[in-house]
C-alpha cells in the first residue's frame, strides 16, 4: 500500500491508496457529530423518505412524516451516490482490488472465477447483463438487501457503527445475524448456487 504524499497534484492526492485507519477515523467523527446533534446515522432510512416523497404518506401512515427534518439525510444520500459516481469514473486505480492469493485460488478452484477481471470488486463473469444467472442473483440479492434492511430497522452500517457505538442490544443482536448469515452464504448457499 503506498503512503499518501502530500506533495501531488490534488487529484493524485486524492486519488491514490489512503491507509484504512483515516476512514476509520472520519467515520468515527461523523458518528460522534451526528450523536451530538441527535441525529442517527444511517441510509437505509431514506428508503422511507423516498416513499413518503412519491406519496405514500397519504396512505399509510408509517411514511407520513416531516421531509423537512430529514434533508440532511437525503443530501448524505445524494452525496454518497454522486461521491461513487466521481470515484467509479475519475478516481479509480488501473491496479485489481488487492486481494489474498489464497482467496483467488478459492475462487479460481471453487466457484471458476478468475481474478483480476474488471476494475471493481464484482466478478463480471458473473454479474453482467448477458448472464442471465448474474441478472437474476442481482435482482434478488436487491431485493433482499432492500426488504431486509427495512424489516431490520436498518441496514448493516446503521447497526453495526451507529447501532452498536450507542450500545443497543437490538442492534448487537443484529450484527451476530449479519455474521451467521454472511458465513452461511460463504460456507453453505453459494456453493450450491455456483
Request: charged residues 10%; hydrophobic residues 50%; neutral net charge.
Amino acid at each position: 500500500m503506498a503512503i499518501v504524499t502530500l506533495f501531488a497534484s490534488p487529484l493524485e492526492w486524492i486519488s491514490q491508496p489512503w491507509h484504512w485507519s483515516i476512514s476509520g477515523v472520519a467515520i468515527a467523527g461523523i458518528l460522534f457529530l451526528m450523536t451530538w446533534m441527535g441525529r442517527s446515522f444511517g441510509v437505509s432510512t431514506a428508503f422511507r423518505n423516498f416513499c413518503t416523497m412519491a406519496g405514500a404518506g397519504k396512505k399509510y401512515d408509517f411514511f407520513d412524516i416531516n421531509l423537512k427534518d430529514e434533508n440532511w439525510r437525503l443530501a448524505f444520500v445524494l452525496g454518497a451516490v454522486l461521491g461513487g459516481f466521481i470515484g467509479a469514473h475519475l478516481l479509480t486505480s488501473p491496479e485489481a482490488v488487492a486481494i489474498s492469493s489464497e482467496t483467488i485460488t478459492h475462487l479460481k478452484e471453487n466457484f471458476g472465477i478468475s481474478y483480476p477481471q474488471g476494475g471493481g470488486f464484482l466478478p463480471t463473469e458473473i454479474f453482467n447483463y448477458s448472464n442471465p444467472k448474474g441478472v437474476i442473483l442481482t435482482i434478488i440479492g436487491g431485493f433482499l438487501v432492500g426488504f431486509g434492511a427495512r424489516y431490520g430497522r436498518g441496514c448493516t452500517s446503521g447497526h453495526a457503527i451507529t447501532g452498536l457505538s450507542h450500545l443497543q442490544l437490538p442492534s448487537l443482536l443484529t450484527v451476530i445475524g449479519f455474521f451467521i448469515g454472511g458465513l452461511l452464504m460463504t460456507w453453505v448457499i453459494m456453493p450450491l448456487i455456483f
